[in-house]
């Protein structure tokens, strides 16, 4: 297939999708056979990618001129093909797990939740595929507002509390900030347009390049760095794909992709380096690591801790990008994968517990892994390679962050990433291991239910052992991330 039509189709086919799941809402297994699909064929059209783009091919398409100068197009490089292909893989996998939970926790509004599922990885297919800082910005607002009606699911007035938090600064912070540095970089640099090496250097002073790069940092709110990452758990309260959705999927990646791709393709590493900007960035990263782990540990309710401990991983990417080396830049890229994979095992074991033991709290789950032994595993494996452990995936990211931090001279960065892994598995490893080895608060507790249903075991077993593979075939991650730097 030539590639401009696979990145059309890749685009075409989520957003179609969402209005056939409309139309077959009266046949639950019709609507989730196009679900399911959707998301096969996606998939399939983002993999044929793959194959050009290690090649050196860079296909690309322009859509429309949204300004004289300025448009709606698309090119696919190494990092956009990370960004897809996890997303479309995962979609999969989310989409079969949804089904399971979705009838096993008897959801409402169900056609509706798999409709703006839908919508959302097209839109995060978008930034993923964006050509240019317009495009960007425009598939990034798209995200915010396809996966409201997500956060605001349940529609009682918690769900709508959340969701307002949600969008609320989710747009304050990428209209209020992220559009004026938008516009600051067309009116220096006359162009949005993605170049490897940045459009910026000699443009503008430090001085200058500093604030654009503080607006970047925090006018990609989904990056959730503190003090604007209060978002994130407050988008707890949808149902627990949604959380899978925003933590492992679309949105958040969506945030850090977005930074990675700005650094290297508007600024430039080189230029980042030369300002006090990636050095501020830097250390409101490596505070957001630490301060976020040590909130987490106070959690009691399973998603908010997780929730915490997504706000402190997705720093470790932003750290990547604001070392400012190669080594860095790669391990913040396999970050977004191997953090995709660890995370979204946790979220739906934590949605599984839920629906087969209507538990929330960490404090009622001892003891719980007789009950449910597949779903503690899975757990103790996404927990292991959060946790940067081998032989799990998780490893290879925060290997590569350390290398990068050693590159740049940083020793206090490579003592904040083990002081994170020593709090990661604080709040994590005792999840699982009271699970096991814990004797329920109750004689007899856990014996009148087993595990979820199997849509919801498969799908976290699936991604459990994409923990463990990740591992032995990183490889290929790796190498796709390090085109960037071959001219």
Not at 27 to 47: G, H, Q, S
Not at 226 to 238: K, S, T
Not at 302 to 323: D, E, F, N, P, W
Request: proline share 4%.
């Amino acid at each position: 297939m030539i590639p401009e039509t696979a990145i059309q189709l890749a685009l075409a086919i989520p957003l179609v999708a969402s209005l056939l799941i409309v139309l077959a809402g009266r046949w639950p297994n019709l609507r989730e056979t196009v679900t399911i699909a959707a998301a096969v064929l996606t998939f399939l059209m983002v993999a044929t990618l793959f194959d050009p783009v290690f090649g050196g091919a860079r296909p690309e398409i322009v859509l429309f001129d949204m300004f004289p100068g300025l448009s709606i197009a698309f090119k696919v490089e190494p990092l956009g093909m990370v960004f897809a292909g996890i997303a479309s893989f995962l979609w999969i996998v989310t989409s079969f797990y949804a089904i399971g939970y979705m009838r096993g926790h008897h959801e409402e509004n169900q056609t509706r939740f798999f409709a703006a599922f839908a919508i959302a990885i097209f839109s995060a297919l978008g930034v993923a595929f964006s050509g240019n800082l317009l495009t960007l910005f425009v598939f990034y607002e798209l995200l915010s507002l396809s996966t409201y009606p997500l956060v605001a699911h349940h529609g009682d007035e918690e769900a709508k509390r959340g969701a307002r938090v949600y969008l609320g600064i989710l747009l304050t912070t990428s209209i209020g900030l992220f559009l004026p540095a938008v516009i600051w970089v067309y009116n220096v640099a006359d162009t949005l347009d993605f170049v490897p090496g940045g459009i910026l250097a000699g443009k503008a002073s430090s001085a200058q390049l500093t604030i654009l790069l503080l607006l970047f940092g925090y006018g990609i709110g989904k990056a959730a760095l503190m003090p604007i990452h209060r978002w994130l758990p407050a988008a707890m309260v949808a149902p627990t794909p949604v959380s899978a959705l925003l933590h492992a999927v679309a949105v958040v990646k969506a945030g850090v992709f977005s930074v990675l791709k700005v650094s290297f393709f508007i600024f430039g590493l080189d230029t980042l380096a030369g300002i006090d900007g990636s050095r501020i960035l830097m250390y409101v990263a490596a505070a957001t690591i630490l301060i976020a782990s040590l909130v987490a540990l106070r959690q009691d309710n399973l998603k908010r801790r997780l929730a915490y401990s997504t706000v402190s991983q997705l720093s470790y990417i932003v750290l990547g990008a604001m070392l400012a080396t190669r080594l860095g830049f790669i391990g913040g890229g396999m970050h977004i994968v191997t953090h995709a994979f660890g995370k979204i095992t946790l979220f739906f074991c934590a949605g599984s517990i839920l629906v087969a033991a209507h538990k929330t709290e960490i404090s009622d789950m001892r003891g719980i892994g007789r009950a449910m032994p597949f779903t503690m595993a899975a757990f103790m494996i996404g927990s292991l390679s959060v946790i940067g452990l081998p032989p799990f995936g998780g490893l290879w990211s925060k290997w590569y962050l350390a290398l990068g931090a050693l590159d740049a001279d940083e020793i206090a960065m490579v003592a904040v990433l083990m002081i994170s892994s020593l709090l990661n598995v604080a709040y994590l490893l005792p999840i699982a291991t009271r699970g096991f080895f814990s004797a329920p608060k109750t004689e007899g507790e856990f014996a009148t239910f087993n595990e979820a249903p199997a849509f919801c075991v498969i799908a976290q077993s699936v991604t459990a052992l994409g923990c463990i593979v990740l591992f032995f075939y990183a490889e290929p991650v790796y190498d796709l991330l390090n085109l960037l730097f071959v001219r």
